[in-house]
């Protein structure tokens, strides 16, 4: 099961030659989902060389435009390049009307089935699921309805040990309940314990991830233990005030977030441009918690490797 | 008076990290006009090193994506970066809802005044005019409603020859009149001819801008005699039924087009994604009109050059 982020941009507000807006790309185990997605993210995902065709899943997290301005452009060129498999958008209620009325007054009817789920705007909860994994909304505190996202892997089975098949003769039909932890009891009676013969795989990872939004205590509990946070730090310790004012947060408040909600790693990004260096916000947040990563167009996280 | 394109952007439908998708820039005598808007426009701006904030005049040919993706971002960016002056846009109907629509959705109100001129959908008409230049658009031929933009520069008014003023004491009142074509006559009776006293200045610029369309051949007499014609050549002259069908002209159409208006140059572009190698396109086109220029990102032409 891999489990991969590559961060396809992280400026704040305006886009310009050094810096791309909100962007990223989960690879679990070969699904793609697409976080957010400003101007130009088709073209990051070509510099990437990630195929844009095998994302089946968008989450936009809210309608400011350096969040989802390259959203219709993608869905267009999706369309053009002959996709013909579903796509599901998981966002705020208005992005449906201004994505149809964009494809309507190209007089474009898709060639791929595209389906809106609209995220609530005042509960919390799963909005995607299967076998494997599920991603939960959480309400983050912005200037406009804003979501953070979960990203969760599901507990995995236990793995059997070599060649413990042969040795118990252990039918097939059986493997399946010894995995999800089950003994197994031989044609004698006698009890194989099930820690004899199957190992454990690695712990489920848990990505975050946080923008834009206020320093905000209550996300700590649905955030606690993730594998990595993302979360955004438009701007340095001493603009506390800025970023109330501007729904944003602080590298203090960020580093604050990831030491109250228990997180192995902090990924920071949505840097304001003011800061022509942003290895101060670096700095500031490693003050504070030391684990912090900060975010550039391209960068690749493999949770393994965390 | 300067008359000056800078082309952003060429390619067509699909933004990939060698072609941006359609935008020009006309600087006439140093007023800005964006021609078309593609996604990235705004970052391209920035290459190429030209203050958005100059643009006033926004002409945007069609819906299609690859013409006008960018626009929101761009005024969004107009907008966080302090704007206040009037900003117009000329399009279609349906652009005004849109934009609205995605300003209404990020709770933004505009810092600067924004006009929607709609452009005709069966009628040639000026669109915009001043003291210098014009704006005209010209309706296309395209799977939707496109037009063409003719930009045209006023007939100038005549230059004193050196040192007249004061040879024959002409008033500062008369000035005018006298680069308006008229005869001096002097305190004595005397007819000085206008001829003797001013000479012509250069003769005004035309520049039509024609994508996207298929061969349209009454198109000629209005962008007659234009010192340059932008005329997309999307296919090359063995694929003129695709052309057809998807409302575009091959090498061959624009060529012609331009031999029967009379075109002085010929600049062409909105390739498609099939040429990796355009040169083919430029080569077809040269071979029915020799001053043709292949378009891309970064080009600039001066029109005294031409």
Redesign the interface.
Known sequence: MSFKLTVLGCGS?????KSNPTSQLLNINERFLLIDCG??T??QL??YKINFQRINHIFISH???DHY??L??LL??MH??GRNKDLHIYAHE??K??IN??L????TVLRFPLFFHDISLDSDEIIFENDSFSVENIILDH??NCSGFIFKEKKFKRKLKKNVIEKYNIPYNQIDAIKNGADWINNNGQIIKNSDITINDRLPYKYSFCTDTRFKNDICKKIKDSNLLYHEVTFSKDLKERADQTGHSTSFEAASIANRAGAKNLLIGHFSKRYKDTSILLEETKHKFTNTIKAESGLEIDFQDL
Chains 1, 2 share one sequence.
Request: aromatic share 2%.
């Open positions: 507000a305006i886009p310009t030659l101007e130009g088709q073209v070509r510099k309608l400011h435009g301005f390259g219709i452009g267009t060129s053009l390049l208005q992005l009307s201004i009325l964009q309507q007054a190209s007089n200037t406009i």
